[in-house]
């Protein structure tokens, strides 16, 4: 069966919508939360574990950001490099493990202030041991005062089985239908098996990808306790996806969409 992840350009166009916000959200954030006090530094280094085509990660570069990005993908690292040699840019994305990874799998003697992962790409983690290799590997390349900018859909309490969502996006003559839906739940396990299906349609073809993979599931309370487990961040604030640096959300049982801000302990 073929991966979403091997046709780069396709999952590029899906979440373009948001990067303007997301990038203006990353850079309110290290802004505001990197360092010891608000306000004191400019992050330099920024990191993102899972960074796919680095949808992000060029227009980050392009403000000035040191960037080094790390994805399972070989297709979505070299999509990435193309685009950042297009653009003048250092090639500065990698293939390996969000798992199992150092400074020296990034090519960098010094941490970064900050990282990076949205659209729940933490969630193919998909048990507590993954979850914690990753989060020490990210901690462990970070500076002492840095932080990690987490974004995850959060299981509301009560939620029915069918779970669905849709979008539909254009670029130039390409069209894109999106459907991500849940097949199957393991509430034991703490595991979905979902389906994304992309229909694209260009002016001469017309042709469809399913994909199916397991996700993690957690509740608000499930993954506060993980943070608190690990002992490696701490959760400094937290906020919707609407990505207002201004307007801060509370964490309950029936939040969704989050995005977390966690500060390494020292």
């Known amino acids: 069966m073929p991966s979403i992840y091997d046709y780069p350009r396709l999952y590029d166009v899906l979440f373009s919508d948001t990067c303007t916000a997301e990038i203006r959200f990353i850079v309110s954030a290290v802004q505001r939360y990197c360092g010891k006090h608000s306000g004191r530094k400019q992050a330099e280094a920024i990191f993102e574990p899972a ?15 040191n960037t080094a990005g790390l994805d399972l993908n070989p297709q979505a690292v070299a999509y990435c490099n193309a685009r950042m040699k297009r653009h003048g840019l250092k090639e500065s994305a990698f293939c390996g493990d969000m798992t199992d990874f150092t400074l020296a799998d990034l090519q960098r003697k010094k941490p970064f202030d900050a990282a990076y992962n949205f659209v729940s790409s933490f969630l193919h983690l998909t048990d507590d041991t993954q979850a914690n290799k990753h989060l020490r590997a990210v ?13 995850l859909h959060l299981k509301p309490a009560g939620e029915s089985f069918c779970s669905e969502e849709s979008w539909s996006v254009r670029r130039g003559r390409l069209s894109l239908h999106s459907k991500l839906k849940t097949l199957s739940r393991d509430s034991r396990k703490n595991i979905e098996t979902v389906e994304f299906r992309i229909d694209a349609a260009t002016p001469k073809k017309r042709y469809s990808i399913i994909d199916r993979f397991p996700l993690r599931t957690y509740s608000a309370k499930q993954f506060y306790r993980l943070i608190e487990s690990v002992n490696y961040f701490r959760i400094v604030e937290t906020y919707s996806f609407d990505y207002d640096i ?7 049982d029936q939040t969704e969409d989050t995005l977390f801000v966690l500060r390494k302990k020292e």
């Open 246 to 252: 201004e307007r801060p959300v509370k964490v309950d």
């Open 139 to 151: 901690a462990d390349v970070l500076k002492p005062d840095g932080i990690y900018i987490l974004g």
């Open 51 to 65: 960074c796919g085509t680095g949808r992000l990660l060029w227009r980050l570069a392009k403000l000035g950001f």
